[in-house]
């Protein structure tokens, strides 16, 4: 029975003195974050925390952060990572909806939890960390520094009580369609699904994975949880705001494994990367919406000896699909088939299954499937379904796909994203891939905006760099390359585009 604490505990035991976790000119080995993990387990327990606790860690990325997470699940406890960018009504409803037993914060954000904490009775305990965490524990009841918590507690491991069944983590999603909902992971399903990634991209100890991505945020944090379980090391980073800088870290460390989103190889395409040795690059993945494939033609240009993984997940099921290699250049557009060990399908909206080149719902099936949401049995009931096993609960994903003829998938739109335009049905992403495609467009958002006589009008946001694109080359670009009824009406150039704080462009704030 393996826990998601013992990715660390196992490693500590075989490579104690190999470096773990590279961060802000820190390096710490197996064995240091082990006995970190440790004392601060010991911390919680003593204040409080019992098995089946959540621990809230409103926290960038950052050691304290790392510690956390494991000193959490050696407490027999919960994880909960909450992005330090929340905001101080969204952070009292997560800390409330999850009832968290502690929090553990940055003390430059101490007056944020004072008013969280006056209305989240649940939090018994608060550790604070950084510059200020010595004034701000001491003015502070049942409050202690992250200081304070390794010099005071001992290092032995905590006993162990949990079993695979229970939650490790919750991971609250956005909330784009109203309040975060906390997707209840458990140790089991961390373990596949952590294990079924590291054997598609055949990570070993010697990989050295870069971290750009909040570990608020899933792809983030499993990089931190799959590179402590094969033993590897993990370069850790605020994110990508000072790309050069990251570049150069790159370069030093001898990266072999670059993790990404759209937007950070948006940037990386308008830079001139030459001037790095990046040749220790084993392997490049996306995630979070798909490539667009001229995105990925110039990637694998700049890194032609670098391995490229076009993937799609939904943090309902943590990874759903991969391309494997090999299948890029003769489907560039297509996000794969179903990650080892699960199974996926495409369902039309009676429950029927479909079957080349029909469009529907994606399903899945396998042992990633989460346990539902927090304490919110209609939104579950409406995503885990039954399935062909008495017992067994499948994940409606909400979002179109339609399958070729070998069984590889492609993502279409998000359910509720699709326009209907015309009388017809435009996948944004169609339209996006277009656009994408010309030179000098950065990023591209598509919606439908309501319309007397087209029911809904279709809105392209274009965001352009080292290029004088006007309204009528983008025109002519959409008409020379869509069918008449999916070519843009109204083109708006911005800056920039709204994005979650994992770095994806979000829609909703658009009109």
Same mark, same amino acid.
């Given at each position: 029975m393996l826990l998601v604490n013992d990715f660390l505990e196992n490693s500590a035991a075989r490579t104690p003195e190999k470096v773990a976790l590279v961060y802000d000119g820190q390096r710490l080995t197996y064995a240091q974050v082990d006995a970190m993990a440790n004392r601060m387990a010991n911390a919680l327990q003593a204040n409080g925390v019992q098995r089946g606790d959540r621990v809230a860690l409103y926290l960038p990325n950052?050691?304290?952060?790392?510690?956390?997470?494991?000193?959490?699940?050696?407490?027999?406890?919960?994880?909960?990572?909450?992005?330090?960018?929340?905001?101080?009504?969204? @952070?009292?409803?997560?800390?409330?909806?999850?009832?968290?037993?502690?929090l553990v914060s940055r003390a430059r954000q101490a007056s944020t939890v004072d008013a969280v904490l006056a209305n989240a009775p649940s939090v018994g305990f608060t550790i604070f960390t950084d510059k200020g965490a010595d004034e701000a524990a001491a003015s502070r009841a049942h409050a202690e520094t992250f200081d304070g918590v390794q010099e005071s507690y001992g290092s032995e491991r905590p006993s162990r009580h949990t079993i695979d069944q229970d939650l490790a983590c919750l991971i609250y999603t956005s909330g784009s369609t109203g309040d975060p909902k906390g997707v209840m992971s458990a140790h089991c399903n961390v373990v596949f699904a952590a294990s079924s990634i590291i054997t598609y991209l055949e990570n070993v100890p010697d990989d050295i994975v870069i971290c750009l991505s909040p570990l608020s945020f899933d792809y983030g944090l499993y990089q931190l949880l799959m590179v402590f379980k094969f033993g590897g090391t993990l370069v850790l980073e605020r994110g990508f705001t000072y790309p050069a800088q990251v570049l150069k870290r790159m370069e030093?460390?001898?990266?072999?494994?670059?993790?990404?989103?759209?937007?950070?190889?948006?940037? @990386? @395409?308008?830079?001139?990367?030459?001037?790095?040795?990046?040749?220790?690059?084993?392997?490049?993945?996306?995630?979070?919406?798909?490539?667009?494939?001229?995105?990925?033609?110039?990637?694998?240009e700049i890194f032609p000896w670098a391995t490229m993984y076009s993937m799609y997940g939904l943090t309902e099921t943590k990874r759903t699909l991969y391309l494997p290699p090999a299948q890029l250049q003769n489907r560039p557009g297509s996000v794969g088939i179903a990650i080892p060990g699960t199974e996926v399908w495409i369902e039309d909206e009676a429950g029927k299954r479909l079957g080349p080149g029909q469009i529907g719902e994606l399903v899945i099936r396998g042992g990633h499937v989460m346990r539902g949401y927090w304490e919110n049995p209609e939104a579950t009931a409406k995503r885990y379904r039954p399935g062909s096993i008495p017992g067994e609960r499948v994940c409606y994903s909400g979002d179109l796909f339609r399958m070729d003829e070998e069984g590889f998938f492609y993502f279409v739109g998000r359910g509720d994203d699709i326009i209907k335009s015309r009388g017809e049905k435009v996948a944004p992403k169609e339209v996006e891939n277009v656009l994408y495609d010309l030179p000098g467009v950065v990023e591209t958002a598509v919606i439908g905006v309501p319309d007397p006589i087209l029911g809904e009008a279709i809105k392209a946001f274009i965001v352009i760099q080292n290029s004088d694109l006007s309204e009528k080359d983008i025109l002519r670009h959409c008409r020379a390359n869509l069918e008449d009824f999916m070519v843009p009406q109204i083109i708006e150039f911005r800056d920039e585009l709204p994005k979650t704080s994992s770095g994806k462009i979000t829609k909703k704030n658009l009109s």
């Open positions: 950052s050691v304290e952060l790392v510690v956390g997470i494991f000193a959490a699940l050696k407490a027999n406890a919960v994880f909960v990572v909450v992005n330090p960018t929340t905001k101080q009504d969204k @952070l009292t409803y997560m800390v409330n909806n999850c009832r968290a037993k502690a030093e460390e001898r990266v072999t494994g670059f993790p990404g989103v759209p937007t950070i190889f948006a940037i @990386l @395409l308008n830079m001139d990367v030459s001037g790095y040795d990046l040749r220790s690059l084993r392997y490049i993945t996306n995630t979070a919406a798909a490539l667009p494939p001229s995105h990925i033609k110039q990637i694998g």
